[in-house]
T-cell receptor, first 112, second 112 residues
Framework: GQQLNQSPQSMFIQEGEDVSMNCTSS?????WLWYKQDPGEGPVLLIA?????ELTSNGRLTAQFGITRKDSFLNISASIPSDVGIYFC????????????FGKGTHLIIQP | KAGVTQTPRYLIKTRGQQVTLSCSPI?????VSWYQQTPGQGLQFLFE???????NKGNFPGRFSGRQFSNSRSEMNVSTLELGDSALYLC???????????FGEGSRLTVL
């Protein structure tokens, strides 16, 4: 089945630093999505990308759909304490009947 | 607009028992998906229901089943529980055939 390779697995950063994480796949996808999960909560959609090369921002978050359609990255600028959590990339192949395939997640930890 | 509601939030069962989890989607959302989240395997797609019909199923044994009612509420059932079924079970709803899912807070199942 499809597999998404998400890296890094965890990040320890200082408040105010910029963050970058990425996802790669061996398959081509129609949609890349980035979700964030806080402790005790379900994942929340951050950004959805629909076109190869698309660059989309949501506040301090920026994500890009790779031109090869096999990768995506998420950047967070000027990190703040509430950015702590697990970030998941996900792909959606379309067709209406498929579930999402998720990466294993990047655990972001911000040191004071 | 109320979010996705899952009940119960926490439950403890013993091996061999069965469990039923409930999910109420966002009003107007007709698609309900279920995911299993474990530390080792991450987020894995179980199945999706749309208009009371199962549209797709992930790679899980037949002990995992679900259904959807005419009001779009969904239930999932796990029979003959095993220790490995301990997980966070997440329900998600969506409007149309996109990857933009809205997750509930999950039901955390512990099997002893």
């Amino acid at each position: 089945g499809q597999q998404l390779n998400q890296s890094p697995q965890s990040m320890f950063i200082q408040e105010g630093e910029d963050v970058s994480m990425n996802c790669t796949s061996s398959s081509i996808f129609n949609t890349w999505l980035w979700y964030k999960q806080d402790p005790g909560e379900g994942p929340v959609l951050l950004i959805a990308l629909y076109k190869a090369g698309e660059l989309t921002s949501n506040g301090r978050l920026t994500a890009q759909f790779g031109i090869t359609r096999k990768d995506s990255f998420l950047n967070i600028s000027a990190s703040i304490p509430s950015d702590v959590g697990i970030y998941f990339c996900a792909e959606y192949s379309g067709g209406g009947a498929d579930g999402l395939t998720f990466g294993k997640g990047t655990h972001l930890i911000i040191q004071p | 607009k109320a979010g996705v509601t899952q009940t119960p939030r926490y439950l403890i069962k013993t091996r061999g028992q069965q469990v039923t989890l409930s999910c109420s989607p966002i009003s107007g959302h007709r698609s309900v998906s279920w995911y299993q989240q474990t530390p080792g395997q991450g987020l894995q797609f179980l199945f999706e229901y749309f208009s009371e019909t199962q549209r797709n199923k992930g790679n899980f044994p037949g002990r995992f089943s679900g259904r959807q009612f005419s009001n779009s509420r969904s239930e999932m059932n796990v029979s003959t529980l095993e220790l490995g079924d301990s997980a966070l079970y997440l329900c998600a709803s969506r409007v149309a055939n996109t990857g933009e899912l809205f997750f509930g807070e999950g039901s955390r199942l512990t099997v002893l």
